[in-house]
């Protein structure tokens, strides 16, 4: 069964703190995306990559930043965590142009 | 701004019932996916529409695209309690894209009263 794999369900940091999300996908997808959902907002993109050691800024990349080291692995973190990115994370893959995505089960992460 | 507006934001129906959800964008659609997600769980993709007119079914969900590619509706016949979710549409930004990136609407969160 392939998969999408976020490392944590649930998270709460302090403000200030770093935060590490992680993402790993066993379908050998080349693009793989980091999303936040919140109500009344929708999913919005936050940066994605379409091959390793590469990417691109979202719609909302201020505050995050991303690695893939791997291809099956990509790693959101925010810098200095603050109060307004309080959300639920979601990490997506893709194998390419016109296809569906592949999601994670999701990250809740609130920070306090 | 959103690219995708859904409608209805929510929706209570009975069991047995029939309903549809609408999906609508101002721009050409070059690729439509419906997701059904579980509250605080990730998306599940369901179908994929890519040309005018076509239609797609699974089980008891049935997916069209217009026949001018900016508007899809999922139509679920003989609702259950296992159909409760939110179920979201998204839609490719460009044919051109690389990478394949999604817009995607705020959703529609189905109850199924048994």
């Known amino acids: 069964d392939v998969k999408v794999t976020q490392s944590s369900r649930y998270l709460v940091k302090r403000t200030g703190e770093k935060v590490f999300l992680e993402c790993v996908q066993d379908?050998?997808?080349?693009?793989m995306f980091w999303y936040r959902q919140d109500p009344g907002l929708g999913l919005r993109l936050i940066y994605f990559s379409y091959d390793v050691k590469m990417k691109e800024k979202g719609d909302i990349p201020e505050g995050y930043s991303v690695s893939r080291e791997k291809k099956e692995r990509f790693s959101l973190i925010l810098e200095s965590a603050s109060t307004n990115q309080t959300s639920m994370y979601l990490c997506?893959?893709?194998?390419?142009?016109?296809?569906?995505?592949?999601f994670g089960s999701g990250t809740r992460l609130t920070v306090v | 701004s959103q690219e995708l507006e859904q409608s209805p934001q929510s929706l209570i129906v009975q069991e047995g019932k029939n309903l549809t959800i609408n999906c609508t964008s101002s721009?050409?659609?070059?690729?439509l996916y419906w997701y059904k997600q579980k509250y605080g769980e990730g998306l599940i993709f369901l179908m994929m529409?890519?040309?005018?007119?076509e239609e797609k079914s699974h089980e008891k969900i049935t997916a069209k695209l217009d026949e001018k590619k900016q508007q899809s509706s999922l139509h679920i016949t003989a609702s259950q309690p296992s159909h409760a979710g939110i179920y979201l549409c998204?839609?490719?930004?460009?044919?051109?894209?690389?990478?394949?990136?999604?817009?995607f609407g705020d959703g529609t969160t189905l109850t199924v009263k048994p």
């Open positions: 998204g839609a490719d930004r460009s044919i051109n894209t690389n990478a394949g990136k999604s817009t």
């Open positions: 997506a893959s893709s194998p390419g142009q016109v296809n569906g995505y592949t």
């Open positions: 721009k050409t659609l070059y690729g």
């Open positions: 379908m050998d997808h080349e693009n």
């Open positions: 529409l890519q040309k005018g007119g």
